[in-house]
């Protein structure tokens, strides 16, 4: 069974970074691909980036430029850099894996950007 566990969320001030991390256990993290979501208050959840096994990468156009997707296989960690936030990017952050046809979620990572 895979377990995702997110981190790095918190309160930041508009125009501001974080970076948010994804552990992942288990032993088929370096074959996946993952991703990174977003579920605002009232919304739906949001695609924002994705980074497959062999470190492609492909981001929202509400994202692009702002935000990073890496991923260190040693480590079994995926990681969002995000900057420049703006107040419509807080939301509870979660990330998936995606091998097999099977999708992993984390538990997510609540991110709130306000002055």
């Known amino acids: 069974q895979v377990q995702l566990v997110e981190s790095g969320g918190g309160l930041v001030q508009p125009g501001g970074s974080l970076r948010l991390c994804c552990a992942a256990s288990g032993r088929i993290f370096s074959i996946s691909t993952m991703g990174w979501y977003r579920q605002a208050p009232g919304k739906q959840r949001e695609f924002l980036a994705v980074i497959t096994s062999g470190a492609s990468t492909t981001y929202a156009h509400s994202v692009k430029g702002r935000f990073t997707i890496s991923r260190d296989n040693a480590k079994n960690t995926g990681y969002l850099q995000m900057n420049s936030l703006k107040p419509e990017d807080t939301a509870v952050y979660y990330c998936?894996?995606?091998?097999?046809?099977?999708?992993?979620w984390g538990k997510g990572t609540l991110v709130t950007v306000s002055s």
């Open positions: 998936k894996l995606e091998i097999g046809g099977m999708n992993y």
